[in-house]
């Protein structure tokens, strides 16, 4: 059974930082490429970012380049997703898929980004 679990959320100031896991199981991890999306409040998922199985090419929304940085640990299944110079359009939701499966997120994190 594939099993993210995402992790590091919380709440910050505008401006703040937060580092995003994503724990993964039951899939060969190393194998996959990893999205991270996001839900705003009373919006649908929005792409944020994106790193391929070997962690060599990644790729962002424009919006949050230069801002996010995401990276991988294949040795620890692990995704994270450095948050940086958050501000209060980034509260939200967020989620890991695998590959582009929506179906396969998990639980979700919550951000929250407010003065």
């Known amino acids: 059974e594939v099993l993210l679990v995402e992790s590091g959320g919380g709440s910050v100031q505008p401006g703040g930082s937060l580092r995003l896991s994503c724990v993964a199981s039951?899939?060969?991890?190393?194998?996959?490429?990893i999205t991270w999306v996001r839900q705003r409040p009373g919006e649908g998922l929005e792409w944020v970012a994106h790193i391929d199985a070997h962690g060599e090419d990644v790729y962002y929304d424009t919006s949050m380049k230069g801002r996010f940085t995401i990276s991988r640990d294949n040795a620890k299944n692990t995704v994270y997703l450095q948050l940086s110079g958050l501000k209060t359009g980034d509260t939200a939701m967020y989620y890991c898929l695998k590959g582009r499966d929506i179906s396969t997120r998990g639980q979700g994190t919550q951000v929250t980004v407010s003065s």
């Open positions: 039951g899939f060969d991890f190393s194998k996959y490429a």
